[in-house]
């Protein structure tokens, strides 16, 4: 029996066993109000486990998402966003947008501080900007290229003026934090912050301590006293810890372990939009995948029904192109546009030159379970169309280093995730871009994105951007697989916990319960 018959037979009952387990009994926890009627408990230790080490506390440098999801704790912007992904005051309480799209005037919130003891200010804000903006600092936000000039007033007002219109400007510029010039020099170890906690120990590849920021400004927040970051790549090994009390709480738990924590007595989980896309990476520099029937031939040979439940265990909603459904929008369902279909694959290879199929290496980020599972599982439907793929486990730092940055590899499995506006999730492919790591190039794509950069018309940006992904499927860009579930486990008493269109872990409003 071939590997991809082994799969279709058995995941199904796999799939019932599942949801028998689970008595189809998830929590759905949207923004946290499904615990409304428990009454927070102040105070307390948090464990929470992640599968994945920061790569750097300078929030001006990080890449990874790892870094990002405990910097939200940390770090703080102008601007944020809610649970919804609309774009909320926080570190300036108002500002003002000229009718040209051009000029941004910013009120800087009183009676903030950082975690060094000095208040905030507007000259802070400059310096950050600033920052972000030098070419030197490395920052992948594409906005500070068309600042004209930033200016501060002693009464706390700001003013950014940019060359021209920046549709995404203010959701970009809720991931720009702001920090104190006296600490730059030690950001990437010892951070220094105005967000809810500050961070006082990192020991690599253990974990991240924080503890609350007594002089925060948002009344009442955290409930917490401190929040340790436990690093544990082992999603068994994390739940034996949740199990033993070791750890309270478990985010994009690997959906394989799910059944244990319902069938786990003082357990719960909870199910959530994760706003991810999950795809298969072609290096479209090498062969064969400068071929565009290449391409296509994959995403044909590719089942991505049974990749969601296989090694999603179904928690997923299947994708055709770099938008997730959770922005819906802009989000056009492109699902269906390379059925799976083996015997086309095989007549599409043979007519590109490779009757006899080929050989090519499938590089995986060895910390993702989830990424892992899927690229076994791909490597046996290839196999099923004559194409051989090699798997390569590689670590999360060389993984960033050689595929993400020198883009060195053949094909690679990895999530991007979620941002606040299409823009920013479809600028990635955009020939100039560089982390475009797919080494895409396509003239009406460009054309497209920088005039989706330009207009405020809800209407024609959503036309600009449908039409974008339909591109990135009619030019098989990658494999697009799925947007996988945010499972997250915890201890029954551990309540709070938010769900955002963005990867971070928020701990303002986590607090134990009686």
Known sequence: MSNGNRYQRSLPLLRLVLLSMLGISLWLCGSGLGFAAA????GGHLVVGVPIEP??????????????EIDFNIYQGLVSFDTEGRIIPCLADSWNISEDGTVYTFRLREGVFFHNG????????????????????GYPLSWPKNIEALTSWENGRIRIELKEPYAPFLSELADAAIIPAEAVASLAAKPVGTGP??????????????????????????YLDSVTFRIIPDPSTAIINLKAGAVHAIPRLSPDVAWEVEAS??????????????????????EPFTDQRIRQVINYAIDKDL??????????????SNMSPVMEAYYTDLSDYYPYDPVKAKTLMAAAGYPDGFTVTLSLPASYDLHVKTGEMVAAMLAEVGIRAEIELVEWGTWLERIYTKRDYDMTIVGFTGKLDPHTVLSRYESDYARNFCNFRNREYDILIQEGLRITDVARRQEIYRRCQEILAEEAVAVYIMDP??????????????????????????????
Request: proline share 5%.
């Open 39 to 42: 009454v927070p408990q102040s």
């Open 485 to 514: 579930n945010d499972l997250v486990a915890m201890r029954e008493n551990v309540s709070g916990w938010r769900y955002y269109p963005k990867y971070v872990d928020d701990m303002r409003y986590v607090h134990f319960i009686k």
């Open 265 to 286: 007595p003082g357990l719960k989980l909870l199910q959530g939009p994760m706003n991810v896309v999950q795809l298969m990476a072609l290096n479209q520099a090498r």
């Open 55 to 68: 790569d750097t506390f300078d929030p001006h440098k990080a890449v990874a998402a790892a870094a990002k």
């Open 118 to 137: 000095r208040a905030l200010t507007s000259d802070d804000v400059i310096y950050s900007l600033e920052r972000i903006r030098d070419e030197a600092t």
């Open 307 to 320: 990749l969601i439940e296989g090694a999603a265990w179904g928690f997923g909603s299947k994708l055709g």
């Open 197 to 222: 906690f500050r961070m006082v120990e990192w020991v690599t590849g253990q974990h991240v301590r924080l503890e609350r920021f007594d002089d925060y400004w948002e009344a009442g927040l955290p």
